[in-house]
């Protein structure tokens, strides 16, 4: 079992940045891909962005302005954001699976966090 828990959300301003992390606890965090995901008002979950080791993955909405990283020792991802715009508002979500391939769909992922809230106002 894994368990993992996002901070970091809050209210920003447009072109402001933001950091959101993830902490996961249980099972061995390595071995796992993991990733985020959000989910606007109104719209469905989409994939955001994914790493395993040091091979990443974005959506291409947020390529260039997102960026992911790991931390193995301390079982933490993090998700930089610059250039925030209203449009990235959101709840996002911290998923882990054991396939990279499953964790980008989104489908049957094995672990989610319960979410942490992003509004930027313009």
């Known amino acids: 079992q894994v368990q993992l828990v996002e901070s970091g959300g809050g209210l920003v301003q447009a072109g402001d940045s933001l950091r959101l992390s993830c902490g996961a606890s249980g099972r061995t965090f390595a071995d796992y891909a993991m990733g985020w995901f959000r989910q606007a008002p109104g719209k469905e979950r989409e994939f955001v962005a994914a790493?395993?080791?040091?091979?990443?993955y974005y959506a291409d909405s947020v390529r260039g302005r997102f960026t992911v990283s790991r931390d193995n020792v301390n079982n933490t991802m993090s998700l930089q954001i610059n250039s925030l715009k209203p449009e990235d508002t959101a709840v996002y979500y911290c998923?882990?699976?054991?396939?990279?391939?499953?964790?980008?769909?989104?489908?049957?992922?094995?672990?989610w966090g319960q979410g942490t809230q992003v509004t930027v106002s313009s």
């Open positions: 998923a882990a699976d054991s396939s990279f391939a499953q964790l980008r769909t989104g489908t049957n992922v094995d672990y």
């Open positions: 790493i395993r080791w040091s091979t990443t």
